[in-house]
Nanobody, 125 residues
């Protein structure tokens, strides 16, 4: 299983970035994919998730209306479009995967089995 993130960078407050998570080594449609982030000195937190087979999504409250998660199943890739970025969005962003089960999963309840290496997002004020 491999998850490779890309798309991070430095952006001014109010700007946008699109993160990509390219997945390989497993059946993409069988998984939930989530984006997590960790800022310096803080605990890792869930940002957004998508159930690939259903297309259902979830978001943490602080990013609702600003971030959009989507998937391109033909490319085995999940995207996180981040608009109106704020300095508090600064963190290392990780892509993670969890096998889909009958239990309804949101980003708040996700317990990933596989993780990517992360990509840095820095938002300047």
């Amino acid at each position: 299983v491999q998850l490779v993130e890309s798309g991070g960078g430095l952006v001014q407050a109010g700007g946008s970035l699109r993160l990509s998570c390219a997945a390989s080594g497993f059946t993409f449609d069988d998984y939930e994919i989530g984006w997590f982030r960790q800022a310096p000195g803080k605990e890792r937190e869930g940002v957004s998730s998508i159930t690939i087979s259903l297309g259902t999504t979830s978001y943490r409250d602080s990013v609702k209306g600003r971030f959009t998660i989507s998937s391109d199943n033909a490319k085995n890739t999940v995207y996180l479009q981040m608009n109106n970025l704020k300095p508090e969005d600064t963190a290392v962003y990780y892509c993670a995967a969890q096998l889909e089960t009958a239990r309804i999963v949101t980003i708040a309840t996700m317990t990933p089995e596989h993780w990517g290496q992360g990509t840095q997002v820095t938002v300047s004020s």
